[in-house]
DNA sequence: TAACTGGGTTCCAGATCGGAACGAATATGG
DNA sequence: CCATATTCGTTCCGATCTGGAACCCAGTTA
């Protein structure tokens, strides 16, 4: 199969993936969570070249995730803003930096600190259930198919994603 | 840049994305929560080459994500199993798969649910404050300098980290 | 002895990427 | 009026990465 096909598979990881997956677009958007908006600021802090990033931010554009502003015409001008689409996808940027804060430190401590105003503390993000408020650990959540999984005449393909075993226990 | 160059920044995500960044890298740890854990199983639920199916799960190995372990020997036989360090990524994913379904559904519902054993319920994983459990939304969130950022003489491209403005609000 | 299974590796054409140069529209300085 | 700068791109080309298919190898079954 190729990469540009996946956003066809019956899985939402996939079809975010088909979004955000690519080399640099997550890096644009961490980026854009801190305040970035200009092409050239973009540029500059990446260090991607200017024919990847018009690419990127155009697909990000197409894909509704960001939106062109004007904020200056004659020259008319134009900045890169979240939409609320983009917006949605914090919890992934923030699980990221966790991650990388946890596991890929260097020995120097986490490079940002995340205050949250409404309470005034340092905060670690932490994903929990809607329903109880615990954190939600992978052996204790149990995947099961959703409506678009029930039809009965699916591709043969994604007939895979049907048989779902449990999670695993780690090892190591 | 070069994106193999990306984990020297100073940046907890691009650190994260040098290890999952990768086309199907995230797909092939997915199908690693749901329960995948022999190559060629991986291989046709993914429709990815073998030979790239190789290289990323060696280097998933290599860095600490999956082990290999030995099911059988004479012939010997192996499979990839998440450590701690790779069941770490469950937010990630689950963040992922959540804006998925939220913004990328095509009218047929979530191929997904997951249900909390511990609470009885279907959850909507949710990230929130590890100080006060509200869920964490962007504006409310100040990033600061942690001590990797603190030291007074980085290197220069790392030097954009630090005029962090503040975040945005969404336009469209 | 032939075919099969699990788990890879080799090879090559075509797609994607990085770097550097080029372009276009307006503003600024002299 | 001319040269230079700013902002946001696009074009071109050689290097790298990817996908598809074929090949390999150790045991196992028939």
């Known amino acids: 199969m190729r990469w540009d096909d996946i956003d066809k598979q019956i899985c939402s990881v996939a079809r975010a993936l088909s979004v955000v997956g690519e080399r640099w677009t997550m890096l ?14 973009f540029q500059s802090n990446l260090g991607i070249t200017r024919h990847r990033l018009s690419e990127r931010l155009g ?7 960001l939106v062109k502003v004007p904020y200056h015409d004659r020259p008319l001008r134009h900045e890169y ?17 966790r991650w990388g804060d946890e596991w890929m430190d260097k020995g120097e ?8 105003q409404s309470c005034g503390h340092m905060t670690r993000p932490t994903l929990t259930c809607s329903e ?38 780690p090892v190591g």
Do not use: W
């Open 109 to 116: 401590g986490a490079p940002l600190e995340y205050i949250h």
């Open 132 to 169: 109880c408020a615990e954190p939600l650990r992978p052996e204790e959540v149990r995947p099961r198919l959703g409506p678009a999984l029930q039809d009965p005449n699916l591709p043969p393909q994604q007939a895979s994603l049907k048989k779902i075993p449990s999670l695993l226990k």
């Open 81 to 97: 803003r979240l939409t609320r689409k983009g917006l949605g996808l914090y919890p992934v940027l923030m699980s990221l930096a």
């Open 28 to 41: 644009i958007l961490r980026d854009a969570f801190l305040g970035t908006r200009r092409f050239d600021q």
């Open 59 to 65: 697909k990000l554009v197409d894909q509704g995730v």
